[in-house]
């Protein structure tokens, strides 16, 4: 079964930095693409950042420059690795499949100004 599990959101002041983490388990990970999202109160969810099998990167013009997304095949891992964050990054982030519908559960993210 696919299983996504997010991890190391948290409390932290504007400017500072955090890490997520998302587990993947139940397909062969390094095949797909894989992407982060997140989702603030009242607002629709929105993309943030991608990584394709092969590295390549997008991201949402927002964080770009201050988020890196980045994987770890052999350990069916995809990371998020966030700085200079802002009360604006305040949300739920998500991890997702490219491919298939499948969503991790979320980790809150809330930066304090």
């Known amino acids: 079964q696919v299983q996504l599990v997010e991890s190391g959101g948290g409390l932290v002041q504007a400017g500072g930095s955090l890490r997520l983490s998302c587990a993947a388990s139940?397909?062969?990970?390094?095949?797909?693409?894989m992407s982060w999202y997140r989702q603030a109160p009242g607002k629709q969810r929105e993309f943030v950042a991608s990584?394709?099998?092969?590295?390549?990167?997008n991201y949402v013009d927002s964080v770009k420059g201050r988020f890196t997304i980045s994987r770890d095949n052999a350990k069916n891992t995809v990371y998020l690795q966030m700085n200079s964050l802002k009360p604006e990054d305040t949300a739920v982030y998500y991890c997702?499949?490219?491919?298939?519908?499948?969503w991790g559960q979320g980790t809150q993210v809330t930066v304090s100004s």
């Open positions: 997702h499949r490219n491919y298939g519908g499948f």
């Open positions: 139940g397909f062969i990970f390094n095949i797909y693409v």
């Open positions: 990584i394709t099998s092969s590295g390549n990167t």
